[in-house]
């Protein structure tokens, strides 16, 4: 089985077994067991959900740390757009990217940037598709993974287009070998990442290889940002900030810079995304073009990783756009090659709920998982450290579970167990009464 890697990952030491993690996770990824969450590999898409309903934190995103620029002879900085909406309103983004510098990167390059690319090969890739509709941004790589494990039957509706922070970190790389002479292997680059798949996506891309080196936690980076603003020796540096592409940090900027008249659609939160994915899945939607779908609540700037509100930075980043906005015309155009920004082909699945690879086989083992669902109370209680009954019936035919697992099963067990231990104790053997075990076993 091919094995994944994963950022989100599990603190056993704090786990309760609270079997909160279970009920929101979007692809049935976890069991609680003896006690303890457990992670399955092949399912989780590092959305972070977890992260977010566990009241013990014990469910955590593990990021590059900054030591890791000692490593390379030069050093790429890649701020997220959603990074600019974590500060206060006197911040702008020459001034993050000011201290970017003052903490040890030797250069920076927007994500803002790439997402104005795509943005431009968006409309072409529209214009000129003739993929089923509605085509699927390929931005957000929860949403691709979802797709992967739960919507197989809908990656044919995925744009086949990098993501931004990919087209970035590909220009920064050639920008620094071309001006310093710099081999590939010299350079390091670090996007600033607000959500751990992202992370995963560097780790494991969906192209041929990530131009990305680590992803630092927007988190953790943040009070060494902070500290850096407020330093007289930080200085304000040169952004190139296109207010289309800083708009793609929250929910519908990334179809508010299409700029052309299709059909769009933007959904966000991954209940709401599956939902939405559900209706494409029945045959519905084909009247929109295009869907923005993300992950997280409002966006990138609703990551887990982002130390801000939501709410706070959606004011904050419309407020930013505007001004952006305004500046607009004094920035020159950005250079736009459409065959660079395409992925080389297009993403497989990730079955991993099937129950079998063999189709006959599977059909018997879907007949049991029904027989058994039914025989269950179907509360969906969770008290048996699966999501749903029909999730512990797939676990016990799959042989990670078994019926005592439900508290309901078990008590009946113990019932009858009750019954048949009070008839013993009311039975004699010949040799001490009148009565013979036949007869006792009459009287029942």
């Not at 082909?345 to 059909?363: C, F, H, Q, V, W």
């Not at 058994?372 to 990670?400: K, M, N, Q």
């Amino acid at each position: 089985m091919q094995k994944y890697f994963h950022s989100v990952m599990l603190d056993t030491e704090k786990c309760k077994g609270c079997t909160n993690c279970i009920k929101y996770c979007p692809t049935e990824a976890i069991r609680v067991r003896e006690g303890r969450a457990q992670i399955i590999e092949e399912r989780c898409i590092d959305c972070g959900e977890c992260i977010r309903i566990c009241p013990n934190r014990a469910k955590l995103a593990v990021t590059d740390p900054l030591e890791r620029l000692a490593e390379y002879k030069h050093t790429i900085a890649l701020p997220a757009p959603s990074l600019y909406a974590q500060f206060g309103p006197r911040v702008k983004p020459g001034d993050i990217l000011g201290a970017l510098l003052d903490i040890g990167f030797d250069d920076y390059f927007e994500v803002a940037v790439g997402a104005e690319i795509i943005s431009a090969c968006l409309a072409k890739y529209l214009r000129d598709s003739d993929l089923p509709r509605p085509l699927i941004s390929s931005a957000c790589p929860a949403v691709v993974r979802l797709m992967q494990v739960r919507f197989p039957g809908l990656l044919e509706h995925i744009v086949l287009l990098d993501t931004p922070m990919e087209i970035a970190a590909r220009l920064a790389r050639e920008k620094a070998m071309q001006k310093l002479g710099l081999k590939d292997e010299e350079i390091g680059v670090f996007f600033i990442t607000p959500c751990p798949a992202k992370v995963t996506a560097v780790k494991q891309p969906f192209g041929n290889r990530s131009y990305v080196d680590g992803a630092i936690s927007m988190s953790i980076i943040y009070s060494d940002i902070k500290n850096a603003l407020q330093s007289p020796s930080t200085i304000i540096r040169e952004n190139r900030s296109p207010a289309a592409g800083v708009g793609w940090g929250k929910a519908g900027g990334e179809n508010h810079a299409i700029s052309e008249h299709w059909s769009l659609l933007a959904v966000d939160g991954i209940h709401s995304v599956i939902n939405l994915l559900e209706e494409i899945e029945r045959g519905g939607l084909s009247d929109i073009d295009y869907v923005e779908a993300q992950a997280c609540t409002g966006g990138c700037i609703g990551g887990p990783l982002v130390p801000q509100n939501l709410f706070v930075s959606r004011v904050r980043m419309e407020n930013l756009v505007k001004i952006l906005h305004a500046e607009q015309e004094q920035l020159p155009p950005i250079k736009v090659d459409y065959d660079s920004c395409k992925l080389p082909g297009p993403i497989k699945p990730r079955p991993t709920l099937m129950l079998s690879e063999d189709i006959n086989e599977a059909i018997k083992m879907l007949e049991q998982v029904e027989k058994i669902t039914a025989d269950l109370p179907g509360l969906d209680c969770g008290s048996c450290g699966s999501p749903s009954c029909r999730a512990l019936a797939e676990d016990i035919v799959r042989g990670y579970g078994e019926s005592s697992y439900c508290v309901f099963k078990l008590k009946e067990k113990l019932q009858i167990l009750a019954r048949e231990m009070v008839v013993l104790s009311q039975m004699k053997p010949p040799a001490m009464g009148r009565e013979t075990l036949k007869d006792n076993q009459n009287k029942q």
